[in-house]
């Protein structure tokens, strides 16, 4: 059974920066891809980016392209997801999460950060 | 970008009756290589993250209940839920995932109540 526990809420001003980490246990870590998938307020949800962390290798959603940095560390099964440029429509739960095998469908998911973007 | 549409966008079902959901995809997501369609399905509760309940359109994952079943292929799909329990009152989404572009796309949703 996969776990992945993130770190704490954040507060940030309009045109800042934000990296929200994201720790596996109990899979194995550097096979499979790390997704980062956001929610807004009474929204839906929205995929960010993804790493296929044994091999370094991060693809992004367009809509994020240039603003989004994802990266791991496979020595400590930690991925995190760097958004720049932050604005109020940022604001939202950002889910980090783990595809196995296929990486078709997302298996097992964090439990959730807070990011509030607000002057 | 692919496009997932849901239908309906909120569906209220009495207790032990049956509830359909269903999603339509822009394009379509049946790969010829496996014959597998690229579709799951997640239910989300307040205050909690999505859980998946289905994977290739029809594969239910290990502890979701068996009222629980998924069908279609292509471009159309249905979350059927076949006798209605007070603990499903939750949010169900698609989810494609196009294999070309390695991109995911959600459903808008469907919000699930008891009538």
């Known amino acids: 059974q996969v776990q992945l526990v993130q770190s704490g809420a954040e507060v940030k001003k309009p045109g800042s920066s934000v990296k929200v980490s994201c720790k596996a246990s109990g899979g194995t870590f550097s096979s499979y891809t790390i997704s980062w998938v956001r929610q807004a307020p009474g929204q839906g949800l929205e995929w960010m980016g993804r790493i296929i962390p044994i091999l370094g290798i991060a693809n992004y959603a367009q809509k994020f392209q240039g603003r989004v940095t994802i990266t791991a560390d496979k020595s400590t099964s930690t991925a995190y997801m760097e958004l720049s440029s932050l604005r109020s429509e940022d604001t939202a739960v950002y889910y980090c999460?783990?595809?196995?095998?296929?990486?078709?469908?997302?298996?097992?998911w964090g439990q959730g950060t807070l990011v509030t973007v607000s002057s | 970008d692919i496009v997932m549409t849901q239908s309906p966008d909120s569906l209220a079902v009495s207790l032990g009756e049956r509830a359909t959901i269903n999603c339509k995809s822009s394009q379509s997501v049946l790969y010829s290589s496996n014959n597998k369609n690229y579709l799951a399905w997640y239910q989300q509760k307040p205050g909690q993250p999505p859980k998946l309940l289905i994977y290739w359109a029809s594969t239910r994952e290990s502890g979701v209940p068996d009222r629980f079943s998924g069908s279609g292929s292509g471009t159309d799909f249905t979350l059927t839920i076949s006798s209605l329990q007070a603990e499903d009152v939750a949010v169900y989404y698609c989810?494609?995932?196009?294999?070309?572009?390695?991109?995911?796309?959600f459903g808008q949703g469907t919000k699930l109540e008891i009538k």
């Open positions: 999460v783990y595809s196995s095998g296929s990486m078709t469908h997302f298996d097992y």
């Open positions: 989810q494609q995932y196009y294999s070309t572009s390695l991109m995911y796309t």
